[in-house]
């Protein structure tokens, strides 16, 4: 079964649902899945919705234009303005989660204004308290944005996975170039001690050698005997330009090379070069697989490169396994500074949102996009400053599988 044909079916969607509850009885409020039912909401003059408990009526709307996001009211009897005054009214929300908010309501000009600013998301179950006139009225209804419900098993096939967001360290990274060299004193050129035809050769180009390995024979001309070039040091044929017969002079033979750890070269252009000090830590990764390796920056060598007119860093990585090659051009990042902040989220949960960056939270099989104000980030993390709590669990894998399926259920924003 493909993951469409699991998914499509299972997925319900949240739509904003209202029902109207006066406190002598009524049915409780839904949570409907029909999305008509947001069409079905009255609205009011001032575009809010309409509350109705017999001749009486609150609108009540979320008011954001100019101002923090803050309800306003207004009362009705007989669908005509009561005067501000004339009744006392509470808001509480229920957010995803259970935390409760109780709003309470003052007058002001022609309305009433509730005593807080009402933070996104605005998403939530309400109820809606009010006594007018000496009569007491009690609405509830589920009003919903930036939501959906994913059942355990789709989301599981759609491999989306949480975890738990807390504290996290930003790193002041620099991003960097290099190119891996091998190291000095493991590279050797071989060339003829005494001038004559070349006689035997024994190896080529990739070929692995080990210390004291004879590796080609040459006649002198002065003593017409044979001797034996050997390797110096263990290591691998870089080169070869001996070929048998020909006349051995003062040029190299034979390059080897040992390659089982290398030197990485990181150009530092302009203020990275007064900063970037030996001993920072430094990733090096490879631009053909992005295999990384961590090591620490050896030395920043004392000249500058006339042709690039940087400086060079210098630092040393394992090649134990011959899987990283001299001439090699590498991507680079050294960590400047380290600082530990009470909140991260991975950068992978970054989703925008409407106009918000948003990370996806996760209540039993509920997920809803909450709002952040972000901080310093690095490659990997971003610091939250607001819009979510340690412990609080966020979609760490395929989040914009969740964002998809908001987007799909219409992403109400009803006030």
């Known amino acids: 079964m493909t993951l469409l044909k699991f998914v499509l079916p299972l997925i319900v969607l949240l739509a904003v649902a209202a029902c109207t509850r006066p406190e002598s009885g009524g049915q409780s409020p839904g949570h409907g899945h029909d999305r008509d039912a947001e069409d079905q909401?009255?609205?009011?003059?001032?575009?809010?919705?309409?509350?109705?408990?017999?001749?009486?009526?609150?609108?009540?709307?979320?008011?954001?234009?100019?101002?923090?996001?803050?309800?306003?009211?207004?009362?009705?009897?007989?669908?005509?303005?009561?005067?501000?005054?004339?009744?006392?009214?509470?808001?509480?929300?229920?957010?995803?989660?259970g935390v409760a908010e109780t709003y309470r309501f003052t007058p002001r000009d022609d309305h009433l204004v509730a005593d807080g600013v009402v933070s996104e998301p605005h998403s939530f179950d309400v109820e809606v308290r009010a006594n007018l006139d000496g009569h007491r009225s009690r609405w509830a209804f589920a009003s919903y944005e930036g939501r959906t419900r994913i059942a355990a098993p789709v989301a599981a096939e759609a491999g989306?996975?949480?975890?738990?967001?807390?504290?996290?360290?930003?790193?002041?990274?620099?991003?960097?170039?290099?190119?891996?060299?091998?190291?000095?004193?493991?590279?050797?050129?071989?060339?003829?001690?005494?001038?004559?035809?070349?006689?035997?050769?024994?190896?080529?180009?990739?070929?692995?050698?080990?210390?004291?390995?004879?590796?080609?024979?040459?006649?002198s001309n002065v003593s017409l005997g044979t001797y034996t070039i050997t390797s110096p040091i263990d290591g691998?044929?870089?080169?070869?330009?001996?070929?048998?017969?020909?006349?051995?002079g003062t040029e190299p033979l034979l390059e080897i090379a040992d390659l089982s750890a290398l030197w990485v070269d990181v150009h530092l252009f302009g203020s990275d070069a007064e900063h970037i000090v030996a001993g920072l830590p430094i990733t090096v990764n490879r631009l053909s697989d992005g295999e990384r390796v961590d090591t620490t920056l050896d030395r920043v060598l004392p000249a500058t490169a006339t042709a690039s007119q940087s400086t060079i860093g210098r630092a040393r990585i394992d090649n134990t396994d011959g899987r990283w090659r001299p001439g090699a051009a590498v991507g680079a990042r050294v960590t400047v500074?380290?600082?530990?902040?009470?909140?991260?989220?991975?950068?992978?949960?970054?989703?925008?949102?409407?106009?918000?960056?948003?990370?996806?939270?996760?209540?039993?099989?509920?997920?809803?996009?909450?709002?952040?104000?972000?901080?310093?980030?690095?490659?990997?993390h971003a610091e939250v400053l607001d819009g979510l709590n340690a412990g609080d669990e966020i979609v760490v894998a395929q989040s914009y599988v969740v964002k998809a399926d908001i987007e799909k259920a219409g992403a109400s924003h009803d006030h």
């Open 41 to 97: 909401v009255e609205k009011g003059s001032h575009g809010g919705r309409v509350l109705r408990d017999g001749s009486l009526a609150v609108e009540l709307a979320i008011f954001e234009e100019g101002v923090p996001p803050e309800y306003r009211a207004w009362l009705y009897r007989d669908d005509k303005p009561l005067p501000v005054n004339a009744g006392q009214l509470a808001v509480t929300l229920t957010r995803l989660g």
């Open 160 to 219: 989306i996975r949480v975890a738990r967001a807390g504290p996290g360290v930003i790193r002041d990274e620099h991003e960097l170039q290099g190119l891996l060299i091998p190291i000095e004193g493991r590279h050797a050129r071989l060339a003829a001690r005494f001038p004559g035809p070349i006689r035997s050769v024994s190896v080529g180009v990739g070929d692995l050698v080990r210390q004291g390995q004879a590796l080609a024979t040459i006649e």
């Open 236 to 248: 691998v044929v870089m080169a070869r330009s001996a070929t048998i017969g020909e006349i051995a």
């Open 337 to 380: 500074a380290e600082h530990s902040v009470p909140l991260v989220v991975p950068l992978s949960a970054l989703q925008r949102f409407r106009d918000w960056d948003v990370v996806f939270t996760r209540v039993g099989d509920d997920y809803e996009a909450r709002p952040l104000e972000l901080g310093r980030r690095d490659g990997v």
